[in-house]
């Protein structure tokens, strides 16, 4: 199997409410190989102002706990296209994997706002180490529809990357917020935020997330739109969408599972909450 290995460094910071690495930040890891990958070799000059994130697929399979030991990333070429081309990633620590993910990229040329195609050396590249991948599992075919809670977000400075938009990743913590902003009780207190308070936590299993346009610094606030899809017993799939309210374009689409547990991180059934967030906030199968 031709891979790349990367070792990323934990920070502190990354961990979140519940003690563990935020799943946001895992995609922050997969970011670093990627870059890491992409500056070892002839490609480098891609990250310049010719790459752009369409896609990525991440499955949580376990927690990522603080260490002074870096998370090893293994990176996989998978199929390579005209402009396009799949990466897989697994994220080990202590010899145990605790993420795998996919992302589809494609060559962007930022001056003329468009797609571009690959030279024969670009692609050469690539095409060397791609390799068969085995597919992630699909979410379903969920969107939002006309119901839908309604959280708005201000993008920060610091949110930029270098090509001067939102980075991929930060995406994956709007919707976060948007998520645990969730309230089925207007009248009440935000439970999806407060849950590990009454014992219960909230475990991301999988998130995809589709790139269909780019989110800019501005006083104006965005808006993430967020629906119920699947119910499970212990489980639910939310689906969202940031929109630009000033034009109504749907910039980012997403599917979630997320994963209700005790305190131990065991499963357990669903709070009545997200049964009553699915009554009012239904996502429409397309």
């Not at 489980?235 to 940031?242: D, I, L, P, Q």
């Not at 599917?255 to 131990?264: E, F, I, K, L």
Request: hydrophobic fraction near 40%; include cysteine.
């Amino acid at each position: 199997m031709s891979s790349y290995t990367s070792r990323v460094q934990l920070r502190w910071v990354d961990l979140d409410a519940q003690g563990h690495v935020n799943n946001a930040v895992v995609a922050d890891y997969l970011q670093e190989a990627r870059v890491e990958w992409l500056l070892a070799g002839p490609n480098a000059h891609l990250l310049g102002d010719s790459t752009m994130v369409v896609g990525h697929q991440v499955e949580y399979l376990g927690p990522i706990n603080f260490s002074l030991e870096p998370v090893r990333v293994d990176l996989s070429m998978g199929a390579v296209g005209a402009s396009r081309f799949l990466l897989a990633y697994s994220v080990i620590q202590d010899d145990r994997e605790v993420a795998r993910g996919r992302s589809t990229l494609c060559l962007f040329d930022y001056r003329a706002n468009r797609v571009r195609r690959m030279t024969g050396a670009e692609r050469s590249w690539f095409a060397a180490q791609s390799e068969p991948l085995e597919p992630l599992p699909t979410l379903g075919s969920w969107q939002v529809g006309e119901q839908a809670h309604e959280y708005e977000f201000t993008v920060r400075w610091s949110d930029l990357d270098s090509y001067g938009h939102v980075n991929n990743v930060r995406v994956f913590d709007y919707i976060a917020e948007a998520r645990v902003h969730l309230n089925p009780d207007p009248d009440g207190p935000h439970r999806m935020a407060v849950a590990a308070a009454d014992g219960m936590l909230w475990m991301v299993a999988r998130q995809d997330v589709d790139y269909l346009g780019q989110i800019l610094l501005r006083p104006e606030p965005y808006v993430v739109r967020t629906a119920i899809g699947r119910l499970g017993r212990t489980s639910a799939t939310t689906v969202a969408e940031v929109v630009d309210p000033t034009d109504g374009r749907v910039l980012v689409r997403t599917r979630t599972v997320v994963v209700s547990g005790d305190a131990q991180g065991r499963p357990v059934p669903l709070p009545p909450l997200m049964l009553k967030a699915a009554e009012l906030w239904p996502a429409v199968s397309r």
